[in-house]
């Protein structure tokens, strides 16, 4: 079927084929990888664009020894594939499957864990350092996609690397033409030269006769600067200290092989600005990449069909999340809407139409888009940051120093509470109300349905300082969602339903299968609402009227929202047994969302089991 790639599976043997053969193979790469992503669903935009690309780094570096950093990890199919994991992608993002991004303990192959962006440069460099502690003549190269060049450690990174004399190639995976002219000969004429070693032993020898007279020396500096600046946007980058080589088109794979070959025997930090399109050779990805980034399972001749909505389809959090925003900035301009980065995700796509001059989308710059967000708080507007929570945990200094230590009023709307199935670890919001309750001035929330969110976010808004409302990804358990909102009472749970002996502690999303549970056990039920500041009363009363209180939260258990019950009754009731729920001191695989809940005792029969061992 695939008469090139059948007899490949690992790096050493693809650079045992002529070049000549290389598009053939990279033809046949992209339709098992389309195929294959159509069956079981994930990113497939991105990974579209870096099939020649990664073809080129493995056909002319020597990996695994020389080490590549992907950033972010979702444009690493094709990768998975050269290295062994072909027939793994099967079972792609499924529980005991293969990551959808690199992993350590997954391939020698994958030098470095990056679900997250922008951390590359920063490893790479390390790695390249690290080659030059030892005396190898390992090459470290990082391949950062244009949208992780926005993060500020970025280019911490890169201040760092070019005041260092460590072989380190960074790979600017540019899918956005906007920010770059058109990729034509010319440009690939002049990267292939300024990759050359002619150009590099030239550019060095006439600076060594200059230097005799600095006055010469920094004309020509700058009638180089002048050249480059004419056809590229290097500049920048030669600045920080790094030889900048391109833009150079990254789907021709002749361009992209003779540049690598070219750079890889350059010393010293060097920058390639490779130009790709996402979704490339996917005609209907390339006209919607968007749609087509994160994909569930599909009809590869068809694409994607999109099906009619019907009255019966449950709306997701986030969908609640986008509809109150808009809702809510009809009754105060002074709300604006913060996303670093994921409207599509955060559901801030209607917002960003409706009320253009209140959203803002800083880019991948969580850190940024906090203390943004606390700067025009500062000044008397409403922000409103859209962020998933394991996102958050990047801009945990800037909530403690900017919002929460100045007291101001922004809101942490937090998406992706809890697990999140397919994505795995490094996507999941397991760690947020135990980061967030200890932080002082903070009210944190957790909705135990559809219209509970609607109102939380309501009353967040309403409250002068800093607030958080955590929701999960995805439908929940259909609730009606009522079009007014009122506020709810600080601090203040409520019992929803009335039993015997033991009594469930439920937070957030746990409420549903709490009441489940308390069918079989007759026992109470109390929805907490607010994980800061507890219901300390309702506890109280709880504790007296209970033999056995179980907190029950899709959170890991240290320092969760059981902790704070613990806390609570601490001194007031030292008699009462209590069992915490939640999640385990582990890091959590992808899975079926259901099936990794169930795995975590978190389910009904779970929660049963649990109660009945004690």
């Known amino acids: 079927m695939y008469p090139l790639l059948d007899t490949i599976n690992f790096p050493h043997e693809l650079r045992a084929l002529d070049k000549k053969q290389l598009p053939q193979f990279a033809e046949e790469l992209r339709s098992f990888l389309i195929k294959s992503v159509a069956k079981t669903g994930g990113h497939l935009s991105s990974n579209l664009g870096t099939v020649e690309l990664t073809i080129a780094l493995h056909y002319i570096f020597n990996t695994p020894d020389d080490r590549i950093v992907w950033d972010v990890g979702h444009q690493t199919y094709a990768h998975k594939i050269l290295t062994g994991r072909r027939y793994g992608m099967a079972k792609l993002r499924m529980q005991d499957g293969i990551a959808g991004f690199p992993r350590r303990d997954e391939s020698k192959y994958d030098a470095f864990g990056t679900a997250h962006s922008s951390t590359s ?53 540019d899918n956005d033409m906007s920010i770059s002219p058109p990729v ?64 150079i088109d990254g789907h021709d794979l002749e361009v992209l092989t003779t540049t690598l070959n070219n750079v890889k025997h350059l010393n010293g930090p060097q920058f390639l ?12 990805a390339e006209e919607d990449p968007i749609l087509y980034h994160g994909v569930g399972k599909f009809d590869p001749d068809q694409g994607i069909v999109s099906k009619p909505a019907t009255s019966a389809t449950k709306p997701t959090y986030t969908q609640v999340f986008g509809d109150w925003l808009c809702d809510m900035a009809a009754l105060d301009s002074r709300l604006v809407g913060i996303t670093p980065a994921m409207r599509e995700g955060s559901g801030m796509v209607k ?14 710059a969580e850190q940024h888009a906090v203390t943004f967000a606390a700067g025009l708080a500062c000044d008397g507007l409403k922000p409103v940051v859209a962020i998933y929570s394991t996102f958050l945990q990047r801009a945990y200094d800037q909530l403690i120093h900017d919002v929460a230590i100045q007291n101001l009023p922004v809101v942490f709307a937090i998406d992706r509470a809890g697990l999140v ?22 009210t944190v929330m957790a909705p135990a349905d559809e219209n509970e969110c609607r109102q939380m976010l309501y ?12 929701y999960p990804r995805g439908s929940g358990t259909g609730a009606e969602i009522q079009k007014e909102m009122q506020a709810l009472p600080i601090g203040r749970g409520e019992v929803r339903r009335k039993g015997k002996k033991i009594a469930l502690l439920a937070f957030g999303s746990m409420l549903a299968p709490c009441l489940q549970a308390a069918e079989e056990l007759n026992a109470t039920v109390a929805n907490m609402r607010f994980i800061k ?31 704070a019950v613990l806390e609570s009754i601490k001194n007031k009731n030292d008699k009462i047994k209590v069992l915490q729920l939640g999640l385990p001191d582990t890091f959590i695989d992808q899975g079926d969302p259901a099936q990794m809940l169930a795995n975590c005792g978190l389910d009904k029969a779970g929660i049963i089991k649990s109660i009945q061992a004690i």
């Open 533 to 563: 500041p507890l219901d300390d009363d309702l506890v109280a009363t709880l504790a007296a009227e209970h033999e056995l209180l179980v907190t029950v939260e899709e959170n890991t258990i240290m320092g969760g929202a059981g902790s």
């Open 184 to 247: 034509g000969a010319l440009n690939n004429y002049l990267a292939k030269l300024m990759s050359g070693r002619f150009y590099a032993e030239a550019r060095r020898a006439g600076e060594k006769v200059l230097r005799v007279v600095p006055p010469m020396l920094e004309l020509a500096k700058r009638a180089e600067e002048h050249m480059k600046g004419m056809v590229t946007p290097g500049t920048l980058f030669e600045e920080f200290g790094f030889n900048y080589i391109g833009p």
């Open 273 to 284: 600005h490779v130009v790709t399109r996402k979704g490339a050779g996917y005609p209907v």
């Open 421 to 442: 199935g397919a994505d795995g670890p490094t996507h999941a919001g397991s760690f947020d109300l135990s980061f967030l309750r200890c932080i002082p001035n903070m």
């Open 121 to 173: 440069i920063s490893a790479a460099l390390g790695m390249a350092v690290a080659a030059q502690q030892k005396g190898t003549e390992q090459r470290a190269i990082a391949v950062i996609g244009d949208g992780a060049m926005t993060a500020g450690m970025a280019f911490e990174a890169l201040n760092n690397a070019g005041v260092m004399d460590a072989n380190l190639l960074v790979i600017l995976n």
């Open 459 to 470: 009353t967040a808004f309403q409250i002068d300082s800093p607030t958080a409302v955590r």
């Open 351 to 364: 917002f960003s139409q409706e009320y253009p001059k209140q959203y803002f989308d800083v880019g991948i």
